[in-house]
């Protein structure tokens, strides 16, 4: 068996994750556990932002969808991420949709509490400012993409994204996404039709840039990908 190495991105920590064990158990004191089940929003755009939702298990998708109905996905989140925390800091409505990909378990953490808690804990305070960053680079990276007006080059991108987050690199070069994504998914992270992100998918198949089914992503020729990106 090929030798794996773990991917280099780091994610930003969460509340937990800065806090000492003292304030991180008082803090779930005072949450409370919720599921919800696969195919169930946990919330929509424009809906009133009063709480926050650690992710325990799970899987997330974040997106918006157009007047035209046209989904675009901004994000997929998963256990030890944070959703809802930017209606809870600006007091205005929900910014996109938050759809349960998987059965998802969580703690939820009411405005009330999570506001009071971080005005007198500056290591929880950091830990917010960096997920936030993380999402405004995000979201610089979604714009670039998009503003893409080379179809092969958003979808390149869109790969290489995924890779970054969920991809583990094997010794030969190899990487494997084992979180798994339709070609719906990836259209909708890439701006395009499904129809042409599986035309794109097979031709890359064909020439050995990629292998896809429907449990993982192999990426065959990385350096590749990475050109066909930067076209």
Not at 20 to 30: A, G, H, K, N
């Amino acid at each position: 068996m090929q030798e794996a190495i773990p991917k280099n991105t780091a994610s930003p920590p969460t509340i937990l994750d800065a806090l000492d064990e003292r304030d991180r158990e008082f803090l779930l004191s005072q949450c409370q556990k919720q599921n919800f089940a696969k195919g169930e929003y946990i919330f929509t755009r424009g809906e009133e932002g009063s709480w926050v939702l650690l992710i325990q298990e799970g899987l997330v998708e974040i997106s918006i969808t157009s007047i035209s109905g046209r989904k675009s996905i901004l994000s997929l989140m998963e256990a030890g991420e944070m959703l809802g925390e930017i209606s809870l800091l600006d007091k205005q409505p929900r910014s996109a949709d938050a759809f349960a990909k998987s059965d998802v378990n969580g703690i939820i953490i009411h405005s009330h509490t999570m506001l009071s808690f971080l005005q007198n804990n500056s290591a929880g305070c950091m830990a917010i400012i960096q997920t936030l960053c993380a999402r405004v680079r995000n979201a610089s990276d979604m714009f670039e993409t998009q503003s893409l007006t080379n179809a092969s080059a958003r979808l390149a991108r869109t790969l290489l994204r995924i890779a970054d987050k969920w991809g583990t690199t094997h010794a030969n070069g190899n990487i494997t996404i084992e979180q798994p994504f339709s070609q719906s998914d990836l259209g909708d992270f890439a701006g395009i039709a499904r129809e042409n992100a599986n035309r794109y998918i097979k031709t890359w198949a064909r020439d050995e840039i990629l292998i896809i089914n429907q449990r993982e992503i192999t990426l065959l020729d990385p350096q590749r990908l990475l050109q066909l990106a930067e076209k």
